[in-house]
Every structure is written in structure tokens, then in C-alpha cells.
């Protein structure tokens, strides 16, 4: 139960900008110390507290109101940030995400989706990705391989709006944010401990204590610093440079394309039929020149990232087009069939920025009493569009492996179902890591055997069917 400072805190922030729901929000720790330095700095004991308010963190919370046997547990939810008020402008945000159909699933189970669909998204209904060194290529269609899109491109803003939306209307008093939370540090349970219990200590004095903790805070989380688990982890040396651009002519726009150069992929994402959002790879002394150029001069940068004839190597061409026509003559397709990709007429002003990008696993995602999940545990390369949906997978299978351990009667920090959690999101997350850290190294050098080998290799793949569903498959569960 809460205390009654708690509890007197809770009504005055009926006045705070998420008033209309049922989801109490203390707008910020320095206001939960206000009203009641009159007695302790302790603020309250809860079942959960989620460390991270971001797309991950805000959609377990979420799948916690949302289901019925986890519905009672008393949930807390601390963000860093500030509660911003959303509004949709008219231009894109220049963050965005690519979301597979398992994302889409998820969220549609939420009844997150209707709200990002009144908002505005873009389906991905191809996706043409092809090498700078050779000009092999592979294609996806939707309708070949999937029943429905090959992904949907969302501005983060929107998708973290559209799940806080439903959140504030998940009639659960269970659920508290507060935002602007600063976390000084945590004291985690030890191994022995029957009855795990974390305590969360604030910036300000205050304290927090819950029987689970769920770190959901980024890449750089301090809970699983906390946690002292190992975390493998290095630095691309690369930054991803994303701005909103202007296509030359209007179109379908359902297409998304990515070109290996040598230094890293340039990735063109659809947004509407003149828009389109970049996402391009490289190191980190251009990623800044890039920042810097007027904007004519990057869009002709960028025009050339894709379509500039990089030098060919004659063995190399030889090989590809001899397997091509090999592929030709067995029936299959030979790769010669392609799209252009659209040609860039400018970059949207201010649009433009960069993130430095880095590999991380945590090689435990559990400890008594506390989870990791989304970029706490695992951190990708973008040039898969995997990052955030590994983290969509794992507020599913947690959310799903906690309610079946209440059902059985099992504690909520039960090291059977935390187990399970484990290594269901390690037999999935840990493959997808690899694969990508896999095609990032071979793509990023452009040493002659190599080069042969990834041609000759992404044509086949490309000329196989099977092999392409099984491979869309996993980048969408
Ligand atoms: C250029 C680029 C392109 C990308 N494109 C894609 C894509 O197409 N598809 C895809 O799936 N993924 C993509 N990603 C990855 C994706 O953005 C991340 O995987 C995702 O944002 C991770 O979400 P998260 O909620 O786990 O972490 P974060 O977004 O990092 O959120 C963590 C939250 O925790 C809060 N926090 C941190 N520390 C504290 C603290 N001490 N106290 C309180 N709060 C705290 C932060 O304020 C933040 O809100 C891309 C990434 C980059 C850089």
C-alpha cells in the first residue's frame, strides 16, 4: 500500500499533464520530497519498478496494465526526462524506426497500433539492399515472402507518444511514472536472498523499494552496472548520420533500400510519397565533415553514396555475372531485375544529426530480483533496423513468462520463470547480434576474396526463396 504521502501526492498530481487518466504521474522526485520531508525518505514499496521510461521501458509497463493476472501489481516507473507534451507537426522527426510484423503483433495487442496508424506511419513493402563493390543485390516483397508488409517505418516520437497514450488509459491505478527521476544508485539483493528486494535511491534522498527491478535504461544502464554481469561491448568507431529528405519525385515510396559502401550502409527509409528518412553509416570524422557540409553539398555527398560507380574488380565481375547467367539457366532468379533507387532533391533544414553506434551484450540478463531489457541488454549495429524490436521481443516474452508464473502461483522475482526469461530472449537476441556484427565485418572491407565471397553468396541467397523467408522470418519474430 502506499503511504499517505503517497497517496496526498497522488491527488495534487491529478493536476499534472496526464490528469485525465487513470496512470498517476509524479511529475518530478523533487515533488515527491517536498510533500513529505515531513517524515521519511522512504516513498513507497512496489512489485516492479521499470529504471527507463524510453519506447522499451514505457511498453512493459503498458503490457503490465494490460494483462489481466499482472494487472494488479503495483508498478512504478521512472524516467530521466522530463513528461514532454506530444504534438504532431507536419514535418517527420529525424529519429525513426524500422517495426516488424512481430512489433506490429505486439502493439496491435496492446492497442498501441490504432494509435500510431491515426498518427502516420509508412509500410515497407520492398527492400532492395545491394553492394557498392559489385552491384549484387538482394529484394524482398511482401508479397512473396510474407502476407502482409515487410516492415513500417514510425518516428520514435510517435511510437513512445502511442504507447503512453494507451498506457494513460489502461484504467490501472497500479501504474505510478514519475519523470524527471533521478536515480543515484540502486542496492540490489544478494544471491541468498529468499525474498529478493531492490531499493532504488534517488538523487534527491528518496527512496524506492520493489521485489523486482526491471532495468530498462539504454545502452549505458545503471542497473546493470549494479548488477555486476559482464557486458561485452566496443564501439563501431562509426556514427549514424540521419536526416528527413526530399525526393526529386513523388512516388509510391514503399521501398527500402540500403547500399554497402565500404565505410558502413546507406539506408533511404520511406516516410510518405515524397519523403523519406536517412539512416547512413559511417566513420566518424565523415559522419561530423557530413554535419558540416551546406546542405546542397550533402545531398550531392549523399546522391553519390548511392549511386557512384565504385572501381570493379574484373575477376570479381566476371565471377558474379558467370553465376548470374548459371542462375538464369536453372530457372532462378539471376538478380538482373532491379529498381532505381530515388534520386535526393535536398535534405529538410535542421534535420540533420548523428549517434555514435557500438555493439553491447550483457552476458546475464537477470539477477535476484532484477531483469534487463531492450538496449540495457543488448545493443546492435542499425544496419538491420533490429535494435528496438529485440527489445519489443523481450517486454513479450517477459510479460508472458511472468503471467504464467502467477498463474502457478510462483513469486514475482522466481528464479524459474527469470530463467526462462533468460534464455528464451538469449536464444533469439543473441543469433540476431551475431548475424549483424557477421555482415557488418564483411561488409565493411572491400578485400578482393571477401568481396567474391559476399557476391557470390548474396546472390545465391537472393535466387533462393526459401532461404529469404526463412531469413525474414527471424528479422520478424
Ligand atoms: C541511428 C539509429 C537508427 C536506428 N534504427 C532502428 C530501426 O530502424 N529499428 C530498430 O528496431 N531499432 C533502431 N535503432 C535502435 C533503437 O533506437 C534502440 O534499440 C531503442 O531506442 C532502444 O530503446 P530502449 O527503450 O531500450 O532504450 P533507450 O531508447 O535508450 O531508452 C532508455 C530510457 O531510459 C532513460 N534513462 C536512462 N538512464 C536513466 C536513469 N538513470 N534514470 C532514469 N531514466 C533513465 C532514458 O531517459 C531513456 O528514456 C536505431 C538506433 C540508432 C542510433
Known amino acids: 500500500m502506499f503511504s499517505n504521502n503517497v497517496k496526498r501526492l497522488l491527488v495534487r498530481h491529478t493536476k499534472c499533464s496526464i490528469r485525465t487518466t487513470s496512470v498517476r504521474c509524479l511529475s518530478t522526485a523533487e515533488d515527491v520530497t517536498s510533500l513529505s520531508k515531513s517524515t521519511t525518505n522512504f516513498k513507497g514499496d512496489y512489485d516492479v519498478i521499470i529504471a527507463g521510461g524510453g519506447m522499451v521501458g514505457c511498453s512493459l509497463a503498458c503490457a503490465l496494465a494490460k494483462d489481466s493476472l499482472l494487472s494488479n501489481l503495483k508498478v512504478l516507473l521512472l524516467e530521466g526526462s522530463p513528461n514532454k507534451s506530444f504534438q504532431l507537426k507536419p514535418e517527420y522527426s529525424n529519429r525513426v524506426v524500422a517495426l516488424n510484423q512481430n512489433t506490429k503483433a505486439l502493439m496491435s495487442s496492446l492497442d498501441v497500433w490504432r494509435h500510431v496508424e491515426a498518427m502516420r506511419l509508412q509500410p515497407v513493402r520492398h527492400m532492395q539492399v545491394w553492394d557498392a563493390c559489385s552491384d549484387v543485390m538482394i529484394a524482398f516483397n511482401s508479397e512473396e515472402l510474407l502476407d502482409d508488409d515487410v516492415a513500417y517505418i514510425v518516428e520514435n516520437d510517435v511510437m513512445l507518444h502511442a504507447i503512453n497514450k494507451e498506457l494513460s488509459t489502461a484504467k490501472n491505478d497500479n501504474i505510478q511514472i514519475v519523470y524527471d527521476a533521478k536515480i543515484a544508485g540502486y542496492q540490489l539483493p544478494k544471491q541468498e536472498d529468499l525474498k529478493p528486494k531492490s531499493s532504488v535511491q534517488m538523487a534527491n534522498g528518496d527512496t524506492y523499494s520493489c521485489k523486482l527491478l526491471i532495468g530498462a535504461d539504454g545502452a549505458n544502464s545503471a542497473v546493470r552496472k549494479a548488477m555486476g554481469v559482464q557486458y561485452l ?236 523467408k526463412m531469413i525474414m522470418s527471424h528479422a520478424t519474430t
Open 233 to 468: 561491448s566496443w564501439s563501431y568507431e562509426q556514427m549514424g548520420v540521419v536526416a528527413t529528405l526530399n525526393l526529386s519525385e513523388e512516388c509510391e515510396n514503399t521501398t527500402a533500400w540500403q547500399r554497402w559502401l565500404p565505410t558502413g550502409p546507406v539506408a533511404i527509409l520511406p516516410l510518405d510519397s515524397k519523403r523519406s528518412s536517412l539512416v547512413w553509416s559511417t566513420w566518424q570524422d565523415d559522419a561530423k565533415e557530413l554535419l558540416k557540409l551546406p546542405e546542397d553539398q550533402f545531398v550531392d555527398a549523399l546522391n553519390d553514396a548511392l549511386w557512384k560507380q565504385y572501381p570493379r574488380n574484373t575477376g570479381i565481375e566476371t565471377v558474379t555475372s558467370w553465376t548470374s547467367s548459371w542462375l538464369k539457366r536453372v530457372g532462378l532468379p539471376d538478380g538482373t531485375a532491379r529498381q532505381l533507387p530515388p534520386s535526393i532533391s535536398n535534405v529538410v533544414p535542421n534535420s540533420r544529426a548523428a549517434f555514435p553506434l557500438g555493439f553491447g551484450h550483457s552476458t546475464r540478463y537477470i539477477g535476484p530480483g532484477v531483469a534487463l531489457i531492450g538496449d540495457a541488454a543488448h545493443r546492435v549495429h542499425p544496419l538491420a533496423g533490429q535494435g528496438v524490436n529485440l527489445g519489443f521481443g523481450d517486454v513479450k516474452d517477459l510479460t508472458h513468462l511472468l503471467s504464467e508464473a502467477m498463474y502457478s502461483g510462483l513469486e514475482i522475482t522466481h528464479p524459474d520463470w527469470m530463467g526462462k526469461y533468460e534464455s528464451v530472449r538469449q536464444r533469439h537476441n543473441v543469433p540476431t547480434q551475431l548475424m549483424i556484427e557477421m555482415l557488418h565485418r564483411i561488409y565493411t572491407v572491400d578485400l578482393m576474396p571477401v568481396v567474391l565471397a559476399r557476391s557470390v553468396g548474396l546472390q545465391i541467397t537472393n535466387a533462393l526463396q526459401p532461404l529469404k
